[in-house]
């Protein structure tokens, strides 16, 4: 027997993985329930000829769903995006591109809270303010008691030289 190429399709639970494996052509050739447990994904898969060409792990929650809610359909319908090569891989990244990202987000968590602190202390301290205006009557008076007092400091200066 020959090892051709299949397209598996894992609908993958907290308890359980329906998975549903197609040929070359398209067709089906076998549909099952199994633990979701790397023992019984590992037997599966080994089970069956030849070698693993690609891996492709996608996330399909928040797109419509079609037809009735039932895992060997979902399986059967992520080995057919499979086949058909409409699945797109989700990206993970490595350790250092995670370290990168902890190092940034503490970054940015640092400079929101130092902006947050310069808020706070810019409200808590408030510009002291003058005392309020003298009325009026209590300033220099009037405005013919204020030209007396011009002309009085104009005759002393005019008599001092």
Do not use: W
């Not at 051709?4 to 609908?11: E, R």
């Not at 359980?16 to 590992?42: D, K, N």
């Not at 503490?106 to 408030?126: F, P």
């Amino acid at each position: 027997m020959r090892c051709t190429t299949k397209y598996v399709g894992l609908d993958v639970h907290q308890a359980i993985t329906s998975a549903s494996v197609r040929r070359e052509g398209g067709q089906v050739i076998a549909r099952t329930i199994l633990s979701t447990a790397e023992s019984a994904i590992g037997e599966f898969l080994g089970r069956m000829r030849g070698a693993v060409q690609r891996v492709v792990v996608c996330d399909r929650r928040g797109e419509p769903r079609q037809g009735n809610k039932a895992d060997l359909g979902d399986a059967d319908r992520l080995s057919g995006l499979l086949h058909r090569g409409g699945l797109r891989a989700v990206y993970h990244g490595g350790a250092s591109r995670a370290t990168l990202k902890e190092l940034t987000r503490g970054c940015q968590n640092l400079v929101d809270d130092s902006t947050r602190l310069m808020l706070r202390l810019r409200r808590s301290c408030a510009p002291v303010q003058s005392p309020p205006a003298a009325p009026r009557s209590t300033r220099l008076g009037s405005r013919p008691a204020r030209r007396a007092a011009r002309d009085a400091s104009l005759q002393r200066a005019r008599y001092a030289t």
